[in-house]
């Protein structure tokens, strides 16, 4: 689960880590207010989205007086902010987050997420602060620090220290950086975070260290251990279709494809999504119904992918073992009755009670493809896209 930058900030500070003052506003009055309540000469203006990027798209914006912020405010809201990580659509700003402005004289990027190669989590650190992580590890993965933790002794002063002094740090503001980090780890495993980014972190004129900007992301299987974050997800920053497939417990991420694809078990939705492409098609989606749905639940997958307008064929990949491969066919028919289906529809059924699937199917008087295994099946699903 994501959360916005203010709600990440809120998170931070209780855990000690140092952030600049700021308000939340929906409005340009509130904007204006919030400015004059910070009582600071320059003021920074953020679009309040679940996405990085936003500077360079015009989602963060410097005011000196309550009148620019009120008039910032009154343009931002409401744009559809489009950054590398919103893809071409954008995504509608909502909030805004008025907070105090600092002067600085360094940027750094300081981030911790769990490696699962080392099955450690880690902290990543790069004096290249302020600018696109990705972008430096792909140019200079020199400049970037990997300081693994070991579970049994905790983050230790030495690594927070050594870090510092890897980021050229020096005096006071290593013994302020070490501080930060480790608040910033305790936050991270006291939240059941998967991720707590810092871009960037700045060093003060004075010498302090700040979170300019924060991210965070949280285990969503672990969200029943904090109602509190839980109740921070914001609805309007989802798919809302990912939101309706949660509804109905089903594992659902979409996609810019045209082929729709409902699989039980998410090993054989990638290898279904990748069969697809390689047969020159694209997945519109990965849905994973699970290996214990009944009708019920195969009826709302099914919907769920039809609400897709950019589905053209519907790809229906189930290996029945917990899951009966008569009760999948039985919910594919139910929900293209409901729906009308109207695109084609391509089916692989193999496992426990296939042939009374396969029956099922072929009386149902719906227009159903059948195939023969995986490869068939993608074949004629990326066929049927490419024609209807």
Do not use: W
Request: aromatic content about 4%.
């Amino acid at each position: 689960m994501k959360i916005h930058e203010y709600q990440a900030k809120v998170i931070l500070r209780e855990y000690g880590v140092p952030v600049p003052r700021g308000i939340l506003a929906t409005n340009p009055l509130e904007a204006q207010g919030a400015a004059r309540q910070l009582g600071s000469g320059t003021v920074v203006v953020k679009a309040q989205i679940h996405a990085g990027g936003r500077g360079k798209a015009g989602g963060v914006k410097l005011a000196q007086s309550p009148e620019e912020v009120g008039d910032i405010a009154d343009k931002m809201l409401g744009m559809m902010l489009k950054t590398p990580q919103t893809g071409p659509e954008g995504q509608k700003v909502r909030k805004i987050y008025v907070e105090e402005g600092c002067r600085f004289t360094r940027e750094i990027y300081l981030g911790m997420t769990l490696d699962r190669e080392s099955g450690r989590v880690t902290f990543m650190a790069s004096s290249e602060g302020g600018v696109e992580i990705e972008e430096v590890a792909k140019s200079h993965p020199e400049k970037i620090l990997k300081v693994p933790i070991d579970p049994v002794t905790g983050f230790l002063p030495f690594q927070a220290r050594r870090m510092a002094y890897g980021l050229g740090l020096k005096g006071e503001t290593v013994s302020a950086f070490a501080r930060f980090a480790t608040s910033l780890y305790n936050a991270y495993l006291a939240t059941d975070a998967s991720l707590a980014e810092i871009n960037p972190l700045v060093v003060t004129d004075a010498g302090q260290v700040l979170a300019l900007d924060a991210k965070m992301n949280f285990d969503d299987n672990a969200l029943y251990r904090h109602p509190r974050i839980a109740a921070m997800r914001d609805p309007d920053e989802e798919d809302p279709r990912e939101n309706q497939a949660k509804e109905h417990d089903l594992q659902y991420i979409a996609l810019d494809g045209d082929i729709g694809c409902m699989v039980n078990g998410a090993g054989l939705a990638m290898a279904t999504m990748d069969i697809i492409k390689l047969s020159g098609g694209r997945p519109a989606n990965f849905l994973d119904v699970g290996g214990g749905a009944d009708e019920q639940k195969v009826t709302a997958a099914f919907k769920l992918l039809l609400a897709d307008a950019n589905v053209r064929a519907v790809l229906v990949n189930i290996f029945g073992g917990i899951m009966k491969c008569d009760v999948i066919a039985k919910g594919i028919v139910a929900a293209a009755r409901q729906v009308e289906l109207r695109i084609p529809l391509v089916v692989r059924l193999e496992g426990t009670n296939v042939d009374l699937g396969k029956q099922i199917l072929a009386q149902s008087g719906l227009r159903i493809v059948a195939a023969d295994n995986l490869g068939d099946a993608a074949q004629k699903a990326v066929a049927a896209a490419k024609t209807a």
